[in-house]
């Protein structure tokens, strides 16, 4: 419920800081584009995106089990949300004339999808109890590899999310040095659990 709330203010704040703009006398930088499409494009993909938090819910083929995962899903979706306001903030004030380097979203929305991903693939345990023996072995051997691969997808995130306060000329450097080595680390730890089952 507490995600559920913190999305809707998210969303409410970013169409809000939109409207104020523009009923406000703030000059916009128009050579990005209309001025509507700049202010309301990214609060209108949030809702599109958010919808599903109502849609999923309804479908026949998810009731019954969205109940199980729905904590996870509404993570998934905060997370997109949280990047979206992000982007939606560095964008006005980008066209406000308030000088920003954009290139410093992608650590800090790389990071919160690594952290977001990392809390939420513990919840998806698959049910081991079923009678086809493929499927049972498929399913106990993706609840044995996910809690090895949450850990460093985690800690990568935290460091993904430090890269922002590198120097402009290592930023991006760090980034990827991180990235690959959280890849590394999480396929290497997945192998060591798949060997020991």
């Given at each position: 419920?507490?995600?559920?709330?913190?999305?809707?203010?998210?969303?409410?704040?970013?169409?809000?800081?939109s409207?104020?703009?523009?009923?406000?006398?703030?000059?916009?930088e128009?050579?990005?584009?209309?001025?509507?499409?700049?202010?309301?494009?990214?609060?209108?993909?949030?809702?599109?995106?958010?919808?599903?938090?109502?849609?999923?819910?309804?479908?026949?083929?998810?009731?019954?089990?969205?109940?199980?995962?729905?904590?996870?899903i509404?993570?998934?979706?905060?997370?997109?949300t949280?990047?979206?306001?992000i982007?939606?903030?560095?964008?006005?004030?980008?066209?406000t004339?308030i000088?920003?380097?954009?290139?410093?979203?992608?650590?800090?929305?790389?990071?919160?999808?690594?952290?977001?991903?990392?809390?939420?693939?513990?919840?998806?345990?698959?049910?081991p109890?079923?009678?086809?023996?493929y499927t049972?072995?498929?399913?106990?051997?993706?609840?044995?590899v996910?809690?090895p691969?949450?850990?460093?997808?985690f800690i990568?995130?935290?460091?993904?999310?430090l890269?922002?306060?590198?120097?402009?000329?290592?930023?991006?450097?760090?980034?990827?040095?991180?990235?690959?080595?959280?890849?590394?680390?999480?396929?290497?730890?997945?192998?060591?659990?798949?060997q020991?089952?």
């Amino acid at each position: 419920m507490m995600k559920t709330v913190c999305i809707g203010f998210l969303v409410l704040l970013s169409f809000a800081v939109s409207v104020f703009l523009l009923f406000s006398n703030i000059a916009i930088e128009t050579s990005y584009g209309a001025t509507e499409v700049i202010l309301f494009s990214v609060p209108f993909a949030m809702c599109v995106v958010n919808s599903n938090l109502i849609i999923i819910p309804k479908l026949i083929s998810f009731q019954s089990s969205y109940t199980r995962y729905k904590k996870g899903i509404e993570s998934i979706f905060l997370s997109v949300t949280i990047i979206l306001f992000i982007l939606h903030l560095g964008l006005i004030l980008l066209v406000t004339g308030i000088e920003v380097n954009l290139l410093y979203l992608i650590p800090v929305s790389v990071g919160i999808v690594l952290i977001t991903t990392a809390n939420t693939l513990p919840r998806f345990q698959l049910d081991p109890n079923k009678t086809k023996e493929y499927t049972k072995n498929s399913n106990q051997l993706w609840n044995i590899v996910i809690r090895p691969i949450s850990l460093p997808l985690f800690i990568g995130g935290l460091i993904m999310l430090l890269c922002v306060f590198l120097p402009s000329n290592l930023m991006m450097t760090g980034f990827f040095l991180v990235l690959l080595c959280t890849l590394i680390v999480s396929f290497y730890m997945s192998y060591r659990a798949n060997q020991s089952y």
